[in-house]
């Protein structure tokens, strides 16, 4: 199982990042696909989740009407837009899948600053 996070970036507050995890070594239209946020001195929080078929998705509260959650399951790939970001949102952001255990990526930095 492999994920590998893309997208992160420095953006200044109420810009837009889109963020990539690409999948590989299981059948990823059968499993739902959630990222994940830590900040410096955190724990790792859910920041949006999607079913296998993108039919459902959950968002935190923190991030909701902000953030977008969804998944191209030809190309084994999900994916986050995140719009309108504030300086809070700045964190390491992982995708993670779970198979048994959890997977998780290397993760991508998004840090959102003037």
């Known amino acids: 199982v492999l994920l590998v996070e893309s997208g992160g970036g420095l953006v200044q507050p109420g810009g837009s990042l889109r963020l990539s995890c690409a999948t590989s070594?299981?059948?990823?239209?059968?499993?739902?696909m959630s990222w994940y946020q830590q900040a410096p001195g955190k724990e790792r929080e859910l920041v949006a989740a999607?079913?296998?078929?993108?039919?459902?998705?959950y968002y935190a509260d923190s991030v909701k009407g902000r953030f977008t959650i969804s998944r191209d399951n030809h190309k084994n790939t999900a994916f986050l837009q995140m719009d309108s970001l504030k300086p809070e949102d700045t964190a390491v952001y992982y995708c993670?899948?779970?198979?048994?255990?959890?997977?998780w990526g290397q993760g991508t930095q998004v840090t959102v600053s003037s």
């Open positions: 993670n899948v779970v198979l048994g255990r959890n997977y």
């Open positions: 999607i079913s296998s078929t993108g039919a459902i998705t």
């Open positions: 070594g299981f059948t990823f239209s059968n499993y739902a």
